[in-house]
Protein backbone atom coordinates (compact mmCIF):
# COMPACT_ATOMS: atom_id res chain seq x y z
CA UNK A 1 0.00 0.00 0.00
CA UNK A 2 1.51 3.54 -0.41
CA UNK A 3 2.58 5.84 2.10
CA UNK A 4 0.11 9.03 2.58
CA UNK A 5 1.05 12.00 1.31
CA UNK A 6 1.39 14.78 4.28
CA UNK A 7 1.74 18.59 3.81
CA UNK A 8 5.39 18.25 4.79
CA UNK A 9 5.84 17.11 1.38
CA UNK A 10 3.77 19.56 -0.89
CA UNK A 11 6.48 22.09 -1.34
CA UNK A 12 8.67 19.40 -2.32
CA UNK A 13 6.24 18.04 -4.78
CA UNK A 14 5.63 21.17 -6.25
CA UNK A 15 9.57 21.66 -6.84
CA UNK A 16 9.85 18.93 -8.84
CA UNK A 17 6.60 19.30 -10.64
CA UNK A 18 8.07 22.87 -12.05
CA UNK A 19 11.42 21.58 -12.41
CA UNK A 20 10.39 18.17 -14.48
CA UNK A 21 7.37 19.90 -16.61
CA UNK A 22 7.87 23.53 -16.51
CA UNK A 23 11.94 24.29 -16.60
CA UNK A 24 13.11 20.79 -18.15
CA UNK A 25 11.57 21.52 -21.60
CA UNK A 26 12.99 24.40 -21.97
CA UNK A 27 16.49 22.53 -21.77
CA UNK A 28 16.98 22.33 -25.96
CA UNK A 29 16.68 26.32 -25.55
CA UNK A 30 19.91 26.40 -23.26
CA UNK A 31 21.58 23.59 -24.85
CA UNK A 32 21.55 25.83 -28.15
CA UNK A 33 22.67 28.96 -26.43
CA UNK A 34 25.68 27.22 -24.93
CA UNK A 35 26.31 25.45 -28.53
CA UNK A 36 26.48 28.94 -29.77
CA UNK A 37 27.62 31.43 -27.44
CA UNK A 38 24.99 32.54 -26.48
CA UNK A 39 23.10 32.55 -29.44
CA UNK A 40 19.73 31.44 -29.96
CA UNK A 41 18.09 31.35 -33.70
CA UNK A 42 14.87 33.47 -33.52
CA UNK A 43 13.16 30.06 -35.27
CA UNK A 44 14.10 27.86 -32.31
CA UNK A 45 12.92 30.52 -30.04
CA UNK A 46 9.40 30.72 -32.00
CA UNK A 47 9.00 27.07 -32.28
CA UNK A 48 9.94 27.15 -28.37
CA UNK A 49 7.50 29.12 -27.38
CA UNK A 50 4.62 27.86 -29.99
CA UNK A 51 5.37 24.24 -28.50
CA UNK A 52 6.28 25.28 -24.40
CA UNK A 53 2.60 27.34 -24.08
CA UNK A 54 0.49 24.29 -25.76
CA UNK A 55 2.32 21.83 -24.27
CA UNK A 56 1.93 23.85 -20.77
CA UNK A 57 -1.27 24.73 -20.95
CA UNK A 58 -2.81 21.30 -22.42
CA UNK A 59 -1.32 19.45 -19.29
CA UNK A 60 -3.16 21.85 -16.98
CA UNK A 61 -6.99 20.79 -15.66
CA UNK A 62 -7.83 24.82 -16.14
CA UNK A 63 -9.31 25.31 -18.74
CA UNK A 64 -9.24 29.36 -19.35
CA UNK A 65 -5.56 28.16 -19.28
CA UNK A 66 -5.73 25.47 -22.11
CA UNK A 67 -7.62 27.53 -24.12
CA UNK A 68 -5.66 30.17 -24.17
CA UNK A 69 -2.38 28.78 -24.58
CA UNK A 70 -4.12 27.03 -27.98
CA UNK A 71 -4.97 30.34 -29.55
CA UNK A 72 -0.97 31.31 -28.25
CA UNK A 73 0.27 28.45 -30.03
CA UNK A 74 -2.09 29.15 -33.16
CA UNK A 75 -0.08 33.06 -33.18
CA UNK A 76 3.10 31.12 -32.96
CA UNK A 77 2.67 29.23 -35.49
CA UNK A 78 1.99 32.21 -37.94
CA UNK A 79 5.27 33.66 -36.09
CA UNK A 80 7.71 30.98 -36.83
CA UNK A 81 6.10 31.35 -40.93
CA UNK A 82 6.75 34.68 -40.68
CA UNK A 83 10.20 34.34 -39.23
CA UNK A 84 11.23 31.42 -41.85
CA UNK A 85 10.09 33.75 -44.78
CA UNK A 86 12.56 36.16 -43.62
CA UNK A 87 15.15 33.90 -43.57
CA UNK A 88 15.60 32.34 -40.00
CA UNK A 89 19.15 32.82 -39.83
CA UNK A 90 18.85 35.86 -37.27
CA UNK A 91 19.88 34.80 -33.84
CA UNK A 92 18.79 36.26 -30.76
CA UNK A 93 21.57 38.55 -29.47
CA UNK A 94 22.35 39.56 -33.03
CA UNK A 95 18.20 40.79 -33.58
CA UNK A 96 16.19 42.54 -30.82
CA UNK A 97 13.09 42.47 -32.58
CA UNK A 98 9.32 42.05 -31.31
CA UNK A 99 9.23 38.32 -31.82
CA UNK A 100 12.07 37.87 -29.59
CA UNK A 101 10.30 39.79 -26.89
CA UNK A 102 7.20 38.74 -27.30
CA UNK A 103 8.33 35.35 -27.11
CA UNK A 104 10.46 35.57 -24.33
CA UNK A 105 7.33 37.50 -22.27
CA UNK A 106 5.19 34.25 -23.80
CA UNK A 107 7.31 31.92 -22.39
CA UNK A 108 7.74 33.18 -18.68
CA UNK A 109 4.35 34.47 -18.33
CA UNK A 110 3.42 30.39 -19.30
CA UNK A 111 5.72 29.45 -17.23
CA UNK A 112 4.27 32.16 -13.87
CA UNK A 113 0.55 30.68 -15.06
CA UNK A 114 1.62 27.11 -14.77
CA UNK A 115 3.85 27.08 -11.57
CA UNK A 116 0.52 29.16 -9.63
CA UNK A 117 -1.62 26.22 -10.93
CA UNK A 118 0.66 23.81 -9.98
CA UNK A 119 1.11 25.32 -6.86
CA UNK A 120 -2.47 24.98 -5.96
CA UNK A 121 -2.60 21.58 -6.68
CA UNK A 122 0.18 20.07 -4.77
CA UNK A 123 0.80 23.03 -1.93
CA UNK A 124 -2.90 24.02 -1.25
CA UNK A 125 -4.78 20.87 -2.46
CA UNK A 126 -1.86 18.99 -1.12
CA UNK A 127 -1.73 16.35 -4.18
CA UNK A 128 1.06 14.72 -4.91
CA UNK A 129 3.27 15.50 -7.99
CA UNK A 130 2.81 11.06 -9.04
CA UNK A 131 -0.63 11.11 -8.91
CA UNK A 132 -2.22 11.13 -12.55
CA UNK A 133 -5.57 10.58 -11.67
CA UNK A 134 -7.19 13.51 -13.68
CA UNK A 135 -10.76 14.04 -13.08
CA UNK A 136 -11.13 12.34 -10.18
CA UNK A 137 -12.38 13.96 -6.92
Known amino acids: MAKPFVRSQAFTHWLVCVFVTLLLPLAPLGIEAFAYKG ?3 LTSLMLAAGIYTISTGLISRDS ?18 VVLARGGEMTYKSYFTSE ?13 CNALVKFK ?13 VGKS
Not at 66 to 81: I, P, T
Not at 100 to 112: C, E, H, P
Open 39 to 41: HIS
Open 64 to 81: LLASSSLVVAVVFMGMYG
Open 100 to 112: TYFSDVVILLAMI
Open 121 to 133: YHVIEVRPFDDFS
